[in-house]
């Protein structure tokens, strides 16, 4: 089983930039697509970006788009969420995922791990 963990969180000031790591160890991370996804206090986890096994093929939720760029390593098990132009609403607890389906999908519950999450706070 993979495990995730995240780093990269913070409090930044809007308009400003982080950038979130997640290392993976155990498993076959380079068979897998990977996702970040985000909940805020009071919503439900949504969909920000997913990335292919390959590396290939992304996928963001339109209101990152433009602003966010999902990446990853096989060579070093880690997928990267680097975030500019940050606002106010992006403010959540950012988490990394991994799906073993042999399909690419945005689907919440369709993946299979999960990291612990890091906290995101954009201050205006």
């Known amino acids: 089983q993979v495990q995730l963990v995240e780093s990269g969180g913070g409090l930044v000031q809007a308009g400003g930039a982080l950038r979130l790591s997640c290392a993976a160890s155990?498993?076959?991370?380079?068979?897998?697509?990977m996702g970040w996804f985000r909940q805020a206090l009071g919503k439900a986890r949504e969909f920000v970006a997913i990335i292919s096994a390959s590396g290939v093929s992304t996928l963001y939720e339109d209101s990152v788009k433009g602003r966010f760029t999902i990446s990853r390593d096989n060579g070093k098990n880690t997928v990267d969420l680097q975030m500019n132009s940050l606002k106010p609403e992006d403010t959540a607890v950012y988490y990394c995922?991994?799906?073993?389906?042999?399909?690419?999908?945005?689907?919440?519950?369709?993946?299979?791990?999960w990291g612990q999450g890091t906290q995101v706070t954009v201050s205006s």
């Open positions: 155990g498993g076959t991370f380079s068979r897998n697509s």
């Open positions: 995922a991994g799906s073993n389906k042999p399909y690419f999908t945005k689907v919440t519950s369709t993946y299979d791990y």
